[in-house]
């Protein structure tokens, strides 16, 4: 059976597959990171702010995805994107214009997805929380002793 991914993103790709998804964890860390530490300098909502924050996350992200993707292909042999038939390219890990895909996505995660996630999460009790966290882990063990 096909699933919703699977069609609209065909193949096993980077995106939520193997137990290196937190590399993408890592990302969404610097994006709030980088948001708090801004906003002590920038009035919270301001262009000011919002430019700051793009570029911290252009380059940010960039330079994890380069990490991520050098330390996937030596560690695990294999190769999860490459962007080497896009244009603005540098190697095969990185593009401009994905760069500035992960700029834009910053923005849109501080200014929407953050404070609506902050909401929600309010709502579910602690031993939900608990144990959504240690079936993760599970996950992630046993995916990693699978793989290697």
């Not at 953050?114 to 909401?119: G, K």
Request: hydrophobic share 50%.
């Amino acid at each position: 059976m096909e699933t919703i991914v699977s069609i609209f993103w065909p193949g096993e790709s980077g995106i939520l597959y193997g137990f290196w998804t937190p590399i993408y964890g890592f990302g969404v860390l610097l994006i709030l990171s980088a948001s708090y530490v801004l906003q002590k300098y920038f009035q919270k909502y301001s262009w000011k702010y919002y430019l700051a924050l793009f570029f911290t996350s252009f380059f940010g992200l960039t330079v994890i995805e380069l990490i991520g993707g050098f330390l996937i292909k030596y560690l695990f042999h294999e190769e999860l994107w490459d962007y080497s038939d896009l244009p603005l390219h540098i190697g095969p890990y990185i593009s401009v214009p994905v760069s500035f895909i992960w700029g834009i996505g910053s923005i849109l995660l501080v200014r929407w997805i953050q404070p609506f996630l902050e909401r929600f999460l309010k709502c579910i009790p602690r031993w939900i929380t608990v144990l959504c966290v240690f079936l993760f882990g599970l996950d992630n063990i046993w995916t990693f002793l699978l793989k290697v």
